[in-house]
């Protein structure tokens, strides 16, 4: 009895990532898989840190061997838990999947019942995926700028990596609720597809990815920055006074060279967005606005496919920055 995961291995020998057939009897091992749920993985998603770890360009890993895939999504086949049942949609997004604990880049995988999140009803399992941490991560940025009193008249947003997986869902949702979004691209042959996602407009990533002033002149009522480094630096400095930038990435690094200035100055917020130990309620209202405010259109016109042999060569394409929008996995 055996399932297809994709398998990263490091060892003296080096590193190696791709499709192995793992034994059936190793979900049941907590130190690798653990949980009172048994899933039927059909789609994962390619997001960036699963590119990090693939390409074993960052330290995403943390235990070897490991199986991949910080979202999944399939069917329950077997529950040990009385909120779930066999049949049930379900998807899972980060809580160290792909770091600590065997992923979903897998035929099967075993999750703990808390973890789960029921697939609602406006997509499909392979939609749920082209949305994985990626949508969810947008939303919960989202939500921030909402919940933070930002509102459409208040001016400009600016959305970095606009063409990647958090900042184009990111544009569809707040083009969608009316705010005037502006994206910030190194692709500038993708501005059509931005301003047919809801971008008013679009910004050169290279006005923001270098070494700039510490207090800029005032332009967005908020932001939300998937990229980090230089480019949040300088998004904060040049966010109007009681403003609110978010932050979830790292694209450009996980440096921050930005002074207090826009801070105690301007009173700007950063709200910090985790979606890897997020609360579950949290994660329940992230999917539930997905669910009413995603146009799914949008989101096919965002989503290429590809099957789980050909994910470390679409990872490489990921790190080296020639992919835009989402990229689902297809299991089995």
């Known amino acids: 009895m055996t399932f297809n995961a994709l398998y990263l291995q490091k060892n ?20 690798l898989s653990g949980g009172e749920v048994l899933v039927r993985i059909r789609h994962s ?8 770890a693939i390409t074993n360009r960052g330290p995403v890993v943390r235990v070897w061997p490991m ?5 999944g999504a399939g069917e329950v086949v077997e529950s040990g838990d009385a909120r779930w049942k066999a049949g049930d949609r379900v998807l899972v997004n980060g809580w160290g999947l792909g770091e600590t604990r065997w992923g979903c880049m897998a035929e099967m995988a075993r999750l703990p019942a808390d973890w789960l999140i029921r697939i609602p009803d406006a997509f499909s399992t392979a939609q749920s995926m082209a949305i994985g941490t990626a949508g969810y991560t947008a939303m ?29 869902i990111a544009t569809a949702i707040l083009g969608g609720w009316g705010y005037q979004v502006i994206g910030s691209t190194g692709k500038p042959e993708q501005e059509d597809l931005l301003r047919q996602l809801g971008a008013a407009g679009v910004v050169a990533r290279q006005t923001l990815s270098e070494p700039g002033k510490p207090l800029q002149r005032e332009r967005w009522a908020a932001v939300v920055d998937s990229v980090g480094s230089h480019t949040l630096a300088n998004a904060c400095a040049q966010t109007k006074y009681r403003g609110l930038v978010t932050a979830c990435g790292l694209a450009q690094g996980m440096d921050f060279p930005a002074t207090v200035a826009p801070f105690i100055l301007r009173g700007v917020t950063l709200a910090g967005i985790d ?3 997020c609360p579950i309620a949290l994660r329940q209202r992230a999917w539930e606005r997905l669910a009413s405010d995603l146009d799914v259109s949008k989101l096919d016109a965002l989503t290429t496919a590809v099957g789980l042999d050909q994910v470390p060569e679409a990872a490489a394409n990921l790190m080296a920055g020639k992919v835009t929008g989402r990229i689902v996995v297809n299991i089995g």
């Open 275 to 277: 979606s890897v130990q």
């Open 45 to 52: 998603t390619l997001n960036y840190k699963d590119g990090l």
């Open 67 to 71: 199986v991949a895939g910080i979202d």
């Open 140 to 168: 919960l940025s989202c939500l921030a700028l909402l919940d933070g009193g930002v509102k459409p008249g208040d001016g400009e947003v600016l959305v970095t990596g606009a063409t990647g997986g958090v900042g184009s």
């Open 12 to 31: 003296d020998a080096g590193f190696n990532a791709g499709v192995a057939a793992l034994p059936r009897a190793a979900l049941d091992d907590d130190k």
